[in-house]
């Protein structure tokens, strides 16, 4: 199963990580589904003095909870492939942040390993992340919702689908 994780601070092209996503170990052959999400920085709500963020990462560390993330997708669903790919440094509003994709001979082994990964990178990969507002900057906590969304992936059965699925 090919499988990839980056954490940098270039920008990246979704649809180039699509197709790299594919390419390797006959996944593109295999594959019934692609799923895909692309985060992007948003302006908080109501808060015109928001300039941006800054995402900061221990490096090796991060990699490697990035590595156990997929890791466990891959155990709890069957995937042809899998990847992250994170930036760090400054961002403005509008500037993609993360994406992950995860293919798979059903759709629902792709959707659900692309949105469990989402969720445990939101709350176990080693991120930090400051707004900056005005001439202010705040560290951001993980949110009440982003750690309810984690928690109801811990002790889930396995989700593979079955195959007879379409």
Not at 43 to 67: C, I, K, N, Q
Not at 78 to 83: E, F
């Amino acid at each position: 199963m090919q499988r990839f994780c980056r954490v940098q601070q270039a920008d990246f092209d979704p649809a180039a990580l699509q197709t790299a996503l594919l390419a390797g170990d006959g996944a593109g052959e295999a594959a019934g589904a692609l799923a895909s999400f692309t985060g992007l920085v948003r302006r908080p709500s109501g808060d015109g003095a928001f300039t941006g963020l800054t995402l900061e990462h221990y490096p090796g560390m991060t990699e490697r909870a990035v590595e156990e993330i997929l890791d466990e997708a891959a155990l709890r669903w069957s995937l042809l492939a899998i990847g992250v790919v994170h930036r760090i440094g400054e961002l403005a509003p509008g500037a993609r942040i993360v994406w992950v994709g995860a293919a798979a001979a059903h759709r629902g082994d792709a959707f659900a390993a692309c949105e469990f990964t989402m969720d445990y990178l939101k709350t176990r990969a080693p991120f930090w992340k400051k707004e900056h507002l005005g001439g202010e900057a705040r560290w951001v906590e993980a949110r009440r919702g982003d750690l309810d969304r984690a928690a109801r992936w811990a002790g889930a059965a396995d989700t593979t689908t079955a195959s007879t699925e379409e």
